[in-house]
């Protein structure tokens, strides 16, 4: 069977008001002040934080999320980082959000105007480098052994491959944009119980369900320097 992704469309540009979320953790915490000082007004840092006392704490561009900051909890974290996004009125009237890493990916202060020429009317996914996989659990002939060697050694994913599905997705080192629809789609169809057992990379979860909403993703211009 042959199945056919788009990957440029033609559509209108709107008025969009994006957010800039920069993945990081606590021990990369001596970059982040120099992320701020770059002074783009639409941006946060994201990191965990397993002792908070509520779900979330966002305070001074930093949002401390209440899960594990090691790597094998990615996958959570970005789950809970569209939640909070979601819940927190200053971020009421964003329209999408563009995550990067914090050490692996260039931006300047120009990043903003970039996103917004970007983005258009039915863009609900994309991103720079996207992957146009699709294999069923089991048959996935890539490197499923990514996180080796990046995963605690009381880990459940440390040096277990992942065996799960593969459809259209966009690399996480590169970015991706998602709309406040997406993440609204996310927030509804996952548990943060169930994404440790079954998710080890983030950017490849995001693709998983936004697939089964018949939304796969949609390759944009480079507007930073990504990580591949």
Do not use: R
């Not at 992957?131 to 040096?159: E, M, R, V």
């Amino acid at each position: 069977m042959v199945i056919l992704y788009m990957t440029n469309i033609i559509d209108q540009k709107i008025d969009s008001n994006p957010l800039m979320v920069v993945l990081s953790c606590q021990k990369n915490e001596h970059l982040w002040s120099k992320i701020i000082k770059k002074n783009i007004n639409n941006l946060i840092i994201f990191c965990g934080d397993p002792n908070l006392k509520s779900n979330y704490l966002y305070k001074n561009k930093i949002l401390y999320l209440k899960c594990e900051d090691t790597y094998d909890h990615l996958p959570t974290k970005i789950y809970m980082m569209i939640k909070a996004i979601l819940d927190i009125d200053e971020f009421s009237s964003i329209t999408h959000i563009f995550k990067l890493d914090d050490h692996d990916t260039k931006f300047d202060i120009n990043i903003i105007g970039k996103i917004k020429s970007v983005i258009t009317k039915n863009m609900d996914y994309s991103g720079q480098k996207v992957h146009f996989q699709y294999q069923k659990k089991n048959t996935f002939q890539g490197d499923n052994k990514w996180h080796y060697n990046k995963c605690p050694k009381s880990s459940i994913w440390y040096n277990k491959p992942y065996l799960g599905d593969y459809v259209p997705w966009c690399d996480g080192g590169c970015g991706y944009i998602l709309s406040i629809k997406s993440m609204k789609l996310i927030k509804y169809s996952l548990s943060k119980k169930e994404i440790y057992k079954n998710h080890i990379y983030e950017d490849l979860m995001i693709g998983i369900v936004l697939h089964q909403h018949n939304i796969d993703p949609i390759k944009i211009n480079n507007i930073i320097i990504g990580d591949k």
